[in-house]
């Protein structure tokens, strides 16, 4: 793994993220989770969300009965969820070292949140743990940006200006180490304007070796699904796959 980067990378981006940096993303893609998750699991049924963020797909889920328990490893951007979504339960937890007991029907990672993980064996880890908290034919459900994502979209900048707001956003992709880097350059007015920077490196893993990663962990009756089939559209839709599995 990279030393470098610090699973601790959100905790400065917590507050804009929290402000809608994924809003667009879940309103498409919960369609994919209804077909691919809600469809498969019991009405009320218990779900983890791995790398849950600021909430936004607890809050939907808590308000359709589910009982949600979200999982991430920044603490500010939890307490911007547990705000969001007050049903919820949040944990404090990295995915690649986490215990529960099996008490869940399901699991999900969303918004390529697993590319994070920098590492094969540690990507293995986190199903592993996954598997180890799901109920016999629980299902584990999650999405992860593809080579043509890298390719296309992990390439120049973006920005975006606000009243009291200001973030720019250069992106980069190394073939040879398949690694994309986004580093990001914050401004937010409270009392004076605060300056704040981070980096966050994603890995672009080939479906045989996600495929091969949750075969290690145990799971079976494994499918991928393109995001476009799903109905999902844009640079949102661009290069990313969803991955499903079942514990047996």
Same mark, same amino acid.
């Given at each position: 793994? +990279?030393?470098? #980067?610090?699973? %601790?990378?959100? +905790?400065?981006?917590?507050?804009?993220?929290?402000?809608?940096?994924?809003?667009?993303?879940?309103?498409?893609?919960?369609?994919?989770i209804?077909k691919?998750?809600?469809?498969?699991? !019991?009405? *009320?049924?218990?779900?983890?969300?791995?790398?849950?963020?600021a909430?936004?797909l !607890?809050?939907?889920?808590?308000?359709?009965?589910? $009982?949600? %328990?979200?999982?991430?490893?920044?603490? !500010?951007?939890?307490?911007?969820?547990? /705000?969001?979504?007050?049903?919820a339960?949040?944990?404090?937890?990295?995915?690649?070292?986490?215990r529960? $007991?099996?008490? #869940?029907? *399901?699991?999900?990672? %969303?918004?390529d949140?697993?590319n994070?993980?920098?590492?094969?064996?540690e990507?293995? &880890?986190?199903?592993?743990?996954?598997f180890?908290v799901?109920?016999e034919? *629980?299902?584990?459900?999650?999405?992860l &940006?593809?080579?043509?994502?890298?390719?296309?979209?992990?390439?120049?900048?973006?920005? @975006?200006?606000? /009243? +009291?707001?200001v973030?720019?956003?250069?992106?980069?992709?190394?073939?040879?180490k398949?690694?994309g880097?986004?580093?990001l350059?914050?401004?937010?007015?409270?009392?004076?304007?605060?300056?704040?920077?981070?980096?966050?490196?994603? /890995?672009?893993y080939?479906?045989? @070796?996600?495929?091969?990663?949750?075969?290690?962990?145990? #799971?079976?009756?494994? @499918?991928?699904?393109?995001a $476009?089939?799903?109905?999902?559209?844009? +640079?949102?839709?661009?290069?990313?796959?969803f991955?499903?599995?079942r /514990?047996?």
């Open positions: 793994m +990279d030393r470098g #980067f610090s699973y %601790t990378a959100y +905790d400065p981006f917590a507050w804009l993220y929290s402000r809608g940096w994924g809003t667009e993303y879940h309103r498409q893609a919960l369609g994919a209804e691919l998750l809600l469809a498969r699991v !019991p009405p *009320g049924a218990r779900l983890l969300d791995v790398c849950c963020g909430g936004d !607890p809050r939907t889920l808590s308000e359709r009965g589910y $009982r949600v %328990t979200g999982l991430d490893s920044s603490a !500010p951007m939890l307490a911007h969820a547990r /705000k969001n979504a007050p049903a339960r949040f944990v404090l937890a990295d995915a690649r070292q986490f529960f $007991r099996p008490v #869940f029907h *399901g699991a999900l990672s %969303t918004f949140s697993l994070h993980i920098l590492e094969p064996g990507l293995e &880890n986190c199903f592993r743990n996954v180890g799901l109920r034919g *629980g299902v584990w459900v999650f999405d &940006n593809m080579i043509e994502s890298f390719q296309t979209l992990w390439t120049g900048m973006s920005a @975006e200006v606000e /009243k +009291d707001s973030y720019v956003a250069r992106f980069s992709f190394q073939p040879s398949r690694t880097r986004a580093d350059t914050m401004f937010r007015r409270l009392a004076h304007w605060e300056r704040s920077d981070t980096t966050v490196l994603e /890995k672009c080939s479906a045989e @070796e996600v495929r091969a990663a949750l075969e290690a962990a145990g #799971f079976l009756s494994m @499918e991928s699904h393109e $476009r089939a799903l109905g999902m559209y844009g +640079d949102i839709a661009q290069g990313r796959v991955f499903s599995a /514990k047996a």
